[in-house]
């Protein structure tokens, strides 16, 4: 049981319906189309939708109380002992509901942001944390207004430590969620470019991320990448003893060093202990750092954090190495992507051995609005000769391909102008000795293409 409907009644005291304490809400949704159980129904108002237009397939699949917009009508035929709690606005209402929610429950809570890295650093913690307490976290990509508290209201009532993703593309965002969880310990992993379109620069970018401390517990503490000067500790608004910073620089106060990348796991050392992830990468030593760092702080063991790092699952489409046809090594890493992340990913792929051919597929960066030129441009200071062939496909990866050919016309480099053409073009790379890296934002779906490579 999360909580119960005479709760509801002192939260939201404008109600009707039969309301009384042996109504328990066991879960909350938005979704009428999934079964639920004893739940709480929150109807969305959306630009094309109205969740109060469901309340009948809500209650046939579970929903036994919900949250009404006052301004809208109840059905004709509505059954006067349903219980229904009206309020304003069902979007501040979830909010309000999980800010009281997690007041009530009062777990430690780690709130995660950054332009790069920031779902698998919340994998990172989690798996970490979860091995000594009982844990809750961001699932897929409830990271937003409505995400967050639906992760919130998601967690048990016995939770004791919540980790929390928290995304934004405008100022006020990250302010508005770390209000809502009022995290105890909070992570920057990165600036990146991602969302300056809407922010304008590094610097927008680094001020709407640093709003993460806005709703931090007053003794809270902030983990910072320290090899990031928009992140310095003079430039962030809180007591420098609240700010840890972790960097591969030895003035760092958490130093990550001796990083090497082996085929299937990253090696690295923290205070003369060895720590190994199972996932590829620089960046991603620094990443677990960030968990080695939370897990510090709640008293962890070594030995607890490692195996945790050892046995890591993250969510899907990051950095994933599988075998497609006659047994290529393919790498999906087209969740998301920024120019940092993608220079990252194809740095990885350079210091990986064992393959004959490495292959590099690239699709568009989104959302970098007038500086989309220069970012794909900037790419291109990560190729080198490791790289055996380049596709690129996208209108804004033609700036990758003309810098390419540009600065190393020895690359053996195509741009593809038509979708269909991808994947053809890619069959005479299919053996067991090629890597292919595939690397773009979400919106250029390239999961499609490793499905087609896979088949």
């Not at 709690?85 to 007041?103: C, E, H, N, P, W």
């Not at 999906?332 to 051995?353: F, G, L, P, R």
């Amino acid at each position: 049981m999360l909580f119960t409907a005479k709760w509801l009644a002192e939260l939201f005291p404008k109600h009707q319906g039969e309301i009384n304490t042996t109504i328990s809400i066991e879960e909350v949704t938005r979704d009428t189309r999934q079964p639920s159980s004893n739940a709480l129904y929150i109807p969305i108002v959306g630009e094309k939708f109205d969740g109060h237009d469901f309340i009948f397939d809500a209650i046939r699949n579970g929903a036994v109380a919900t949250l009404w917009d006052k301004s809208i009508n109840l059905p004709e035929e509505w059954d006067d002992s349903f219980p229904v709690f009206f309020v304003d606005d069902t979007i501040l209402a979830i909010q309000q509901l999980a800010k009281s929610y997690r007041q009530r429950v009062n777990p430690i809570v780690i709130g995660v942001t950054g332009s790069n890295g920031k779902t698998t650093t919340k994998d990172l913690i989690t798996t970490v944390v979860k091995t000594s307490y009982k844990t809750a976290a961001t699932q897929g990509n409830l990271n937003n207004h409505i995400g967050l508290p639906l992760t919130i209201l998601s967690m048990q009532s016995d939770t004791q430590v919540l980790v929390l993703e928290m995304g934004m593309s405008q100022f006020g965002e990250i302010k508005l969620l770390s209000n809502i969880a009022e995290p105890d310990y909070t992570v920057i992993t990165n600036i990146g470019e991602s969302h300056i379109e809407n922010l304008g620069s590094r610097q927008g970018i680094a001020k709407a991320k640093l709003e993460i401390i806005e709703g931090m517990k007053s003794k809270g503490k902030l983990f910072i990448d320290d090899d990031e000067p928009l992140l310095s500790k003079e430039n962030i608004g809180i007591d420098h003893s609240q700010i840890t910073g972790i960097g591969f620089t030895k003035q760092s106060d958490i130093f990550v060093s001796n990083v090497k990348v082996h085929p299937n796991r990253t090696s690295f050392q923290i205070a003369d202990e060895a720590y190994y992830v199972n996932l590829l990468g620089k960046h991603h030593a620094k990443n677990a750092a960030f968990a080695y760092s939370i897990g510090k702080a709640l008293n962890i063991s070594h030995e607890k954090m490692q195996i945790a790092l050892n046995k890591l699952e993250v969510t899907g489409m990051r950095f994933e190495l599988k075998r497609g046809k006659n047994g290529v090594h393919i790498i999906n890493d087209a969740y998301n992507a920024s120019a940092t992340s993608m220079k990252a990913s194809i740095q990885v792929v350079k210091e990986m051995e064992g393959f004959q051919s490495k292959i590099l597929v690239l699709g568009d960066i989104l959302e970098l609005g007038t500086y989309s030129e220069h970012y794909h441009r900037s790419v291109v200071e990560v190729i080198d000769p490791r790289i055996s062939e380049i596709y690129t496909y996208g209108e804004h990866a033609f700036y990758i391909y003309d810098e390419i050919v540009k600065q190393h016309p020895e690359v053996n480099v195509h741009y593809i102008k038509q979708r269909e053409d991808v994947v053809p073009l890619l069959r005479k790379h299919l053996n067991n000795k090629t890597l292919i890296l595939f690397k773009a934002s979400r919106g250029m779906k390239f999961e499609m293409f490793i499905e087609e490579l896979q088949q």
